[in-house]
Structures are given as structure tokens and as C-alpha cells.
Antibody, heavy 118, light 108 residues
Framework: DVQLVESGGGLIQPGGSLRLSCAASGFTVSDTYMSWVRQAPGKGLEWVSDVYRSGSTYYADSVRGRFTISRDDSKNTVYLQMNSLRVDDTAVYYC????????????WGQGTLVTVSS | DIQMTQSPSSLSAPVGDRVTITCRASQGISTFLNWYQQKPGKAPKLLIYAVSSLQSGVPSRFSGSGSGTEFTLTISSLQPEDFATYYCQERYNTLMYTFGQGTKLEIK
């Protein structure tokens, strides 16, 4: 069975850094495309970042230059390094597997909450 | 950037009703339109991909249709477990994705 388990969320002050992890099982992350999607409290879904099979990375305008997505194939894990955090980065961050041809997120983790507050 | 607008933003209906949610794109998106269901405190779940294809395990009372810029999600006979928030999502531009703002479906 496909499973995605996020970790690393927590309370952080504005300007701080945090690294989220997404451990995958049931498939190989290097064989597919992976995304981070976030949801601010009481709000809708917002795509954050992609890492492709090739290792290419893409970002939403709102996080480009501050967030970095990466992958450790030996651990079958995807990461999101978040720097220069702002109050409006507060959200539940979901890791999701992408079905690239269809452009949909076919499996999701349970999410990890990041709260940016002083 | 493509904008996705869902209507209504919220909807109240009784069990057994037929419900339709609409999603409009600011430009044509071909068939790159997907629907998700999200229950409180849970991750979204893929319901329908490529406009009208049902994800494995999703009940047949869910269906999707549309083309170009206007798409619909229909639930033919509401069940208690269907009360949730529904999101459409496009991937026409391969470098980004956009979600609709969501439609909250509540029990009447």
C-alpha cells in the first residue's frame, strides 16, 4: 500500500527555518513526481513545490527563493526546507504523489502543521 | 496564471438529494481537471481525474463532466459520508497547479 508520512512541523518564530520530511512507502519516490501542498487554517489548498523524477524542482511564486524541495533516494524521503518563514506560511503541509500525465495528486500524507508566530 | 472559481462556496442539502458543484477556469484547460474531497482534519482524497474518470474505490454516485472552461461534479444521491469540502484542481500549465476555493457541502 502507498503511504506518505510527514513530520517536522511545529511552532517557529518569523524569520526562522524548519525542515519537513515526507517518508514514502509502497513506491519509490525517485520513480515518480512528488509535491508539497499547504492549507492555511480554515482556507483552501495551495500548491507549494514539486520535485520531478529527473530531480528538477519547481515552486509557487509565494515561496520561491525561501523554500527548497529535495529528495533522498536512499531513504525514499522527500524534504521541504523552509527558510525566512513568515506568519502567512502558517498551514498544514501535505506531501502528495503526483500522477504527472494526468496532473493530479493521487496519494496524500496526513499533513504536518507549521505555525509561524512570535 | 489560471484562476479556478467554484460555485457555490457552500451548499446545504438532505441525504438522498442530487447535488452539482461547478468549477470554472479563467481559460481553457483541456481535460486537466481533477476533483478532491476533504473531510475535517483529514487530507484531501482524489475523487475524479481527467474531468470524468473515477478514482479506484470511489462510489459510482460521483461523476464529473465538462470541457474547456466549465466543469461539474455531481453526486447523484447524497449519503451521510459525502458531507465534506470539495475542491477542483487544474494542471494545464505543467509548471504549476491551481485549486478552486472549495465548496463546503453540509447536511440540511
Amino acid at each position: 500500500d502507498v503511504q506518505l508520512v510527514e513530520s517536522g512541523g511545529g511552532l517557529i518564530q518569523p524569520g526562522g527555518s524548519l525542515r519537513l520530511s515526507c517518508a514514502a512507502s509502497g513506491f519509490t519516490v525517485s520513480d515518480t513526481y512528488m509535491s508539497w501542498v499547504r492549507q492555511a487554517p480554515g482556507k483552501g489548498l495551495e500548491w507549494v513545490s514539486d520535485v520531478y523524477r529527473s530531480g528538477s524542482t519547481y515552486y509557487a511564486d509565494s515561496v520561491r527563493g525561501r523554500f527548497t524541495i529535495s529528495r533522498d533516494d536512499s531513504k525514499n524521503t522527500v524534504y521541504l526546507q523552509m527558510n525566512s518563514l513568515r506568519v502567512d506560511d502558517t498551514a498544514v503541509y501535505y506531501c502528495a504523489r503526483v500522477e504527472f500525465t494526468l496532473g493530479c495528486f493521487d496519494s496524500w500524507g496526513q499533513g504536518t502543521l507549521v505555525t509561524v508566530s512570535s | 496564471d489560471i484562476q479556478m472559481t467554484q460555485s457555490p462556496s457552500s451548499l446545504s442539502a438532505p441525504v438522498g438529494d442530487r447535488v452539482t458543484i461547478t468549477c470554472r477556469a479563467s481559460q481553457g484547460i483541456s481535460t486537466f481537471l481533477n476533483w478532491y474531497q476533504q473531510k475535517p482534519g483529514k487530507a484531501p482524497k482524489l475523487l475524479i481525474y481527467a474531468v470524468s474518470s473515477l478514482q479506484s474505490g470511489v462510489p459510482s454516485r460521483f461523476s464529473g463532466s465538462g470541457s474547456g472552461t466549465e466543469f461539474t461534479l455531481t453526486i447523484s444521491s447524497l449519503q451521510p459520508e459525502d458531507f465534506a469540502t470539495y475542491y477542483c484542481q487544474e494542471r494545464y500549465n505543467t509548471l504549476m497547479y491551481t485549486f478552486g476555493q472549495g465548496t463546503k457541502l453540509e447536511i440540511k
